[in-house]
């Protein structure tokens, strides 16, 4: 059983960066991808980014580009998210997803979730 656990989230003013991570245990699978998604009250789920098994191609939501890069560090089995310029808008909890498919931008090709961390953009 794939486990997932993320870190770094918090408060942040506007205009503000964060980093999550995400560092996964169990049968991992460094061919596999892996992924952030976001869900704000009220809204659905939605796709942050996505990183292949290789960390060779991403996807990112169209919200945040220019803004996020995602990465991979696959000696230590972690994901991250580098998130700068910060909006209220980006306030949501945020959650990290792994696949056993090489690359995956849907919610539901993705098998195995962390439990979440909160990110509050606010001054």
């Known amino acids: 059983q794939v486990s997932l656990a993320e870190y770094g989230g918090g408060l942040v003013q506007p205009g503000g960066s964060l980093r999550l991570s995400c560092t996964s245990s169990?049968?991992?699978?460094?061919?596999?991808?892996m992924g952030w998604f976001r869900q704000a009250p009220g809204e659905e789920r939605e796709l942050v980014a996505a990183i292949s098994g290789s960390g060779g191609s991403t996807s990112l939501g169209d919200f945040v580009k220019g803004r996020f890069t995602i990465s991979r560090d696959n000696a230590k089995n972690t994901v991250s998210l580098q998130m700068n310029s910060l909006k209220p808008e980006d306030t949501a909890v945020y959650y990290c997803?792994?696949?056993?498919?090489?690359?995956?931008?849907?919610?539901?090709?993705?098998?195995?979730w962390g439990q979440g961390t909160q990110v509050t953009v606010s001054s």
């Open positions: 997803a792994a696949t056993e498919r090489i690359i995956a931008n849907r919610g539901d090709e993705y098998g195995y």
């Open positions: 169990g049968p991992t699978d460094v061919r596999h991808a």
